[in-house]
T-cell receptor, first 113, second 109 residues
Framework: GAGVSQSPSNKVTEKGKDVELRCDPISGHTALYWYRQSLGQGLEFLIY????????KSGLPSDRFSAERTGGSVSTLTIQRTQQEDSAVYLC???????????FGPGTRLTVL | QKEVEQDPGPLSVPEGAIVSLNCTYS??????FMWYRQYSRKGPELLMYTYSSGNKEDGRFTAQVDKSSKYISLFIRDSQPSDSATYLC?????????FGTGTKLQVIP
């Protein structure tokens, strides 16, 4: 079956612009996660959804970051007024349930000029 | 102290060697353990998932968990150049997974 997909695969934007990153989880997976991976760094947890609710937003770095999930499926991560330090790979993962193994998408590589 | 510690490497081994990758963790509430492989410019790929102490084997890969020591390992037998990648450990509790920073492995033909 289809895995987790993310779009776009690459995004180059100018400082100050807003960007939207999309994640399509595996069908039937109730839990969805967003992570950020910077060069040479580990995975930084951003936010977790169970269904359409986000019980844990603790990882969002600032109020410029927001995310939503609709229909228990697709999720969008929005970064407003992008800064150069936002440049990273943004990874989405989904799992059947919160304590199950997570399956990752290919990521969106964001470059802020 | 980080919740999960992983040696970043790089680790370089000859083809055919047995590779040992390790992580330690500090929170005894962690309940399940995963290993991921990540090739350059790709998303992490799940290799192993386990929730109990002991060994779990899948082909050339063996995951080992020692909850009393808060120590997990991934062994790769008969390593191949295609195993060259970054290996991430991930340790989970309820609704939260913490990843190690990854160990970069290079298998030399």
């Amino acid at each position: 079956g289809a895995g987790v997909s993310q779009s776009p695969s690459n995004k180059v934007t100018e400082k100050g612009k807003d960007v939207e990153l999309r994640c399509d989880p595996i069908s039937g997976h109730t839990a969805l996660y967003w992570y950020r991976q910077s060069l040479g760094q580990g995975l930084e947890f951003l936010i977790y959804f169970q269904g359409n609710s986000a019980p844990d937003k603790s990882g969002l770095p600032s109020d410029r970051f927001s995310a939503e999930r609709t229909g228990g499926s697709v999720s969008t991560l929005t970064i407003q007024r992008t800064q150069q330090e936002d440049s990273a790979v943004y990874l989405c993962a989904s799992s059947l349930a919160p304590s199950n193994e997570q399956f990752f998408g290919p990521g969106t590589r964001l470059t802020v000029l | 102290q980080k919740e999960v510690e992983q040696d970043p490497g790089p680790l370089s081994v000859p083809e055919g060697a047995i590779v040992s990758l390790n992580c330690t963790y500090s929170n005894s509430a962690f309940q399940y353990f995963m290993w991921y492989r990540q090739y350059s410019r790709k998303g992490p790929e799940l290799l192993m998932y386990t929730y109990s102490s002991g060994n779990k084997e899948d082909g050339r890969f063996t995951a080992q968990v020692d909850k009393s020591s808060k120590y997990i390992s991934l062994f790769i037998r008969d390593s191949q150049p295609s195993d060259s990648a970054t290996y991430l450990c991930a340790i989970g509790g309820y609704q939260k997974v913490t990843f190690g920073t990854g160990t970069k492995l290079q298998v030399i033909p």
